[in-house]
């Protein structure tokens, strides 16, 4: 369990780590408020089935959520890491920065 949490809630280990550290607060921020508010949804309707059944469908679409958010931070940092220099002309000729060693 404490492995689960490290990987959700570490900024080191989550899928967020290679972001910018004000990109990756902001969007903690955002899925720490999301969290929150299904949990507080999800408690304060304890008593009534159907409220505990929109509880549990909060639940599950804040997982997708969660995990859309990571995976495309995951597909970002991948893109972000690549430059023109990656994307070689068609007739294989230098670029002008690689012909000055720039």
């Known amino acids: 369990m ?4 490290a ?15 004000q990109h990756k607060f902001q969007l903690m921020v955002y899925l720490s408020s999301m969290w929150t508010a299904i949990f507080c949804a999800t408690i304060g309707s304890w008593m009534y089935y159907g409220e505990l059944m929109v509880g549990h469908l909060l639940f599950a679409a804040g997982i997708l959520i969660t995990a859309a958010v990571f995976s495309n931070a995951n ?8 430059t023109y220099r990656d994307f070689a002309r068609s007739d294989r000729t230098p670029r002008y920065d690689d012909v000055w060693g720039a």
């Open 2 to 5: 404490n492995g689960i949490y």
């Open 7 to 21: 990987m959700v809630m570490d900024p080191k280990r989550n899928p967020l780590s290679t972001l910018r550290p």
């Open 75 to 82: 597909k970002a940092s991948a893109a972000a890491t690549r």
